[in-house]
């Protein structure tokens, strides 16, 4: 026992609800008593730090898109929306975060986003970054604020906003 001898005193925690559980079963009524404050406060805090690790562990990484990290190279949609206008024309637009390299930006190749040649997007030479799907036409619009793709009487008008 050493030098500890002197600070060993057993506690006595009340708790509502606990005397029903040491009545009914002797066993847990001797661990209760014998177990010192030192032993509860470690337990405590034992159960807390497990607590934290499953709730950390339980956060999908897409949760905090300022953590989420984007491969180099490389754009991801993190944001749609949908509606239509009066005139029963649907409008999307999407919101991407792209991480790309050096001379390049965030544009639209095959309708999907992209990497693209800077140069392309400040001279805004979109129909050079491909951005309809194979079979399409590509036009930009008249006040070369984005492009159109068509396909027979389907006709496809995305407009960039920075």
Same mark, same amino acid.
């Given at each position: 026992m050493g030098i500890w001898n002197n600070y060993e005193k057993p506690t006595?925690?009340?708790v509502s609800g606990w005397n029903k559980i040491l009545?009914?079963?002797p066993r847990m009524r001797f661990c209760a008593k014998s177990m010192l404050l030192s032993d509860w406060l470690f337990l405590v805090y034992v159960l807390m730090v497990?607590?934290?690790l499953l709730s950390a562990s339980s956060h999908? %990484?897409?949760g905090h898109t300022g953590q989420h990290q984007v491969k180099q190279g490389t754009c991801e949609v993190v944001a749609v929306h949908r509606c239509c206008n009066k005139n029963r024309i649907e409008e999307r637009s999407q919101?991407?975060?792209?991480?790309c390299f050096p001379g390049q930006v965030a544009g639209t190749t095959r309708a999907q986003p992209s990497c693209v040649e800077a140069s392309i997007v400040l001279q805004k030479w979109w129909c050079h970054m491909n951005p309809c799907l194979?079979?399409?036409d590509c036009?930009?619009? %008249?006040d070369y604020s984005g492009w159109?793709?068509?396909s027979g009487n389907k006709v496809k008008t995305t407009k960039v906003t920075r």
């Amino acid at each position: 026992m050493g030098i500890w001898n002197n600070y060993e005193k057993p506690t006595e925690i009340i708790v509502s609800g606990w005397n029903k559980i040491l009545t009914k079963s002797p066993r847990m009524r001797f661990c209760a008593k014998s177990m010192l404050l030192s032993d509860w406060l470690f337990l405590v805090y034992v159960l807390m730090v497990c607590c934290k690790l499953l709730s950390a562990s339980s956060h999908h %990484p897409r949760g905090h898109t300022g953590q989420h990290q984007v491969k180099q190279g490389t754009c991801e949609v993190v944001a749609v929306h949908r509606c239509c206008n009066k005139n029963r024309i649907e409008e999307r637009s999407q919101t991407v975060k792209c991480s790309c390299f050096p001379g390049q930006v965030a544009g639209t190749t095959r309708a999907q986003p992209s990497c693209v040649e800077a140069s392309i997007v400040l001279q805004k030479w979109w129909c050079h970054m491909n951005p309809c799907l194979d079979g399409e036409d590509c036009k930009v619009l %008249p006040d070369y604020s984005g492009w159109s793709c068509s396909s027979g009487n389907k006709v496809k008008t995305t407009k960039v906003t920075r």
